[in-house]
């Protein structure tokens, strides 16, 4: 693959509140040349890993409050940055980023780091991927942890929220992370907000970011919408391993109503945490989330 470009390092010093070490890895399988990047926290042989899935526009800075939480306890946490995302490499042709070249590319990490006995952290496009993943991957997913998010089955008509949100990015090639941050999660800092668009430059380093919106399966046929109908139906009728749901209650797309209607899709899944002042980021009160979701599974 050519034309990638690689954020430079320096643009991730000092981040507020992100001290993690960077872990890379540019031989996955299918994605050889392209580095992806991953925080890997916690005991190496520990008995659970939780791998906690970002979405749209952010990178692994977004659980940088739950995953000391889930090492404090023992555990060990991953989180990878998408190709096109934070630390990663980042192709420059929009259309590049396809629903499968996301999916596969998990699928190829999650292997070649052979992660078993996972709890699944997701939302957003954590969730439209990463829930289409537990069937395909031989028992490795164990347990789930879902706050804002869907599955993108290409049957259910999209809302009007999601619609404008959709239109803004294809008229806005360029716009602007910190400032979305800053709305979406008003009590973020100057510095954490500027911490979210450091992997972009400029323009041409958001292929990934402009194609997120538009990837969203809104038919029957769009890439990714039978795998998300599969999944649909798998998670309701074969997943067998425990849930733990919360959800911002302020979140205007995929807030209350979506996801009750996820909630009933998921085999198993008991009553939410329901966070009232918690807008679509939920792991900005991530403390919050990942307490509750330890004490829910005995871990």
Known sequence: MTDILRTPEGRFNDLEGYSFQPNYIDDLKGYEGLRMHYVDEGPSDAAHVFLCLHGEPTWSYLYRKMIPMFTAAGHR??????????????????ETYQFDFHRDSLIAFIERLDL???????????????????????????RLIVMNTTLGTG????????????????????????????????????AECSAYEAPFPDASFKAGVRRFPAMVPDNPDANGAAISRRAREWLKTEWSGETFMAIGMQDPVLGPPVMQHLRNLIQGCPDPLEMPEAGHFVQEQGEVVAKKALESFGL
Request: charged share 25%; glycine share 10%; net charge positive.
């Open 77 to 94: 946490a991953v989180a990878p940055d998408y190709f096109g995302f934070g630390r990663s490499d980042k192709p420059i042709a929009d």
């Open 155 to 190: 049957d259910i008509k999209l809302s009007k929220g999601f619609l404008a949100w959709r239109q803004f990015v294809a008229d806005n090639p360029d716009f602007d992370v910190a400032g979305l941050m800053k709305r979406a999660s008003p009590n973020l800092s100057k």
């Open 116 to 142: 078993k006995n996972i709890v699944l952290v997701c939302q957003d496009w954590g969730g439209l991927l990463g829930l289409t993943l537990p069937m395909d991957l031989s028992g490795r997913i164990t």
